[in-house]
């Protein structure tokens, strides 16, 4: 069964810098894509940065919102991806989950950032940035 948990979440300010990690269990080869996503209160979840493997080339995206501050790489041997998270902002704060899907629907632009591409996730680590 594969299995997905979050960590590296906390409190930061304004400015400062988190890592996420999302390690990935119960599946041998790396997953074709992974995304990651936050939910703010009051808020719909929306994704942010994903992943998408094919072959042996990797490929990275973000949303505008995030682009040039949140970074996702993936460790092979640790079955691991991170989002490395620079330059917070308070309207960063949020939960954030990674997902996985096993198939390359995320190749699509149009579907990497909905949830229902999306067949596996983790519960969420939770991100404050203050002012």
């Known amino acids: 069964q594969v299995r997905l948990v979050e960590s590296g979440g906390g409190s930061a300010p304004a400015g400062g810098s988190l890592r996420l990690s999302c390690e990935v269990s119960?599946?041998?080869?790396?997953?074709?894509?992974m995304g990651w996503f936050r939910q703010s209160p009051g808020n719909e979840r929306e994704g942010v940065a994903g992943l998408y493997n094919t072959g042996a080339s990797t490929t990275t995206y973000s949303t505008d919102s995030v682009k040039g501050r949140f970074t996702v790489s993936q460790d092979n041997d640790k079955n691991t991806v991170y989002l490395q998270m620079n330059s917070l902002k308070p309207e960063d704060t949020a939960m954030y989950y990674c997902a996985a899907d096993y198939s390359l629907s995320c190749l699509d632009s149009s579907s990497r950032f909905l949830e229902q591409t999306y067949n596996q996730w983790g519960q969420g680590t939770q991100v404050t940035v203050s002012s």
């Open positions: 119960g599946y041998t080869l790396r997953m074709p894509c």
